[in-house]
């Protein structure tokens, strides 16, 4: 072999080890939420599309892990797996993951059946059975008198099941989810959703592990300890020599050139703020 066929298979290999250096794993688990994602082994959705150009973007290539949500967490945990790709912040998680907004809107809302009057809060559920899927945001059962039944796994048309079946009154998931169901099951007409019952409209969160050889962090001078604890109040912030640190600049810089609202609004034509302004004033 020659000098010169040496070193183009020198720089060949070191490209390679770079690229292959440079990969994102994000864990999710085996069942779809369309339409940010589909069922195991498909990817395709919204985080699908966002996550890869924003690894692409600083210069990585993503890799999808699927399994059953709690084997997903446990490995974000320890480090397995660097992030999962839409996640509600808790005190106790952020004790391993850091959280990061992706640039997405989100809005929690309510499912009913179709005759059960407008729900304005949760006070409204006094003594009801509240639907919700493990792993989702809590919803306080002392403060509001509810009482809570959880399911692993939950799928909307099962959720919807179990509504119509009044073995639950209400069921909490995101509007865009859904949204998106409904529109495309338009033969589910016994339903209601109720948009104001649940927060409002908020920024949709990624969690990172702070495991993850592609994480640091360091001191958030910003830190009010005597504020809530949450995502935009918490005492470590991203270390800006860090690959974590770059990706989230990245998936900022999508959502200012409006890459992420366009890429939301092709699966579905819906702008949260005015939806939510809309039934307000109706209410």
């Known amino acids: 072999m020659t000098i010169h066929a040496r070193l183009l298979l020198l720089v060949f290999l070191l490209f390679h080890v770079c690229v292959d250096a440079c990969v994102l794993k994000m864990g999710y688990r ?26 692409q973007g600083i210069g990585c290539r993503l890799s999808i892990i699927r399994q059953p949500k709690k084997r997903i967490l446990q490995k974000l945990y320890s480090g397995q797996i660097d992030f ?37 809060s949760y006070r409204d559920l006094r003594g009801r059975v509240v639907l919700l899927a493990l792993g989702a945001p809590r919803v306080d059962s002392e403060k509001y008198s509810v009482l809570i039944k959880r399911k692993p796994e939950l ?25 998106y169901y409904l529109q495309e099951h338009s033969e589910i007409s016994q339903v209601k959703l109720h948009y104001l019952c649940c927060g409002g409209v908020k920024s949709l969160t990624a969690g990172f592990s702070r495991l993850s050889h592609h994480y640091s962090e360091e001191l958030n001078p910003d830190f009010d300890d005597k504020q809530v604890l949450s995502h935009i109040n ?36 819906i702008d949260l703020n005015q939806l939510m302004l809309t039934n307000e004033n109706a209410g």
Do not use: C, W
């Open 30 to 55: 085996t069942n779809e939420k369309l339409p940010f994602i589909e069922a195991a082994p498909n990817n395709a959705g919204i985080y699908l599309e966002l996550y890869t150009k924003a690894a």
């Open 155 to 179: 799928t909307i048309e099962q959720a919807i099941k179990i509504i119509l079946s009044k073995q639950a009154y209400f069921y909490k998931d995101e509007l865009s989810v859904l949204s």
């Open 234 to 269: 918490f005492p470590y912030r991203l270390n800006r020599e860090s690959l974590a640190y770059r990706f989230y600049q990245e998936l900022m810089r999508l959502k200012v050139q409006h890459y992420t609202e366009q890429l939301y609004q092709s699966y579905i034509n």
């Open 84 to 120: 999962y790709p839409g996640l509600t912040f808790t005190e106790l998680r952020s004790n391993a993951i850091f959280f990061l907004e992706n640039g997405l809107p989100s809005a929690d809302v309510g499912l009913t059946r179709g005759d059960v009057e407008n729900i304005a």
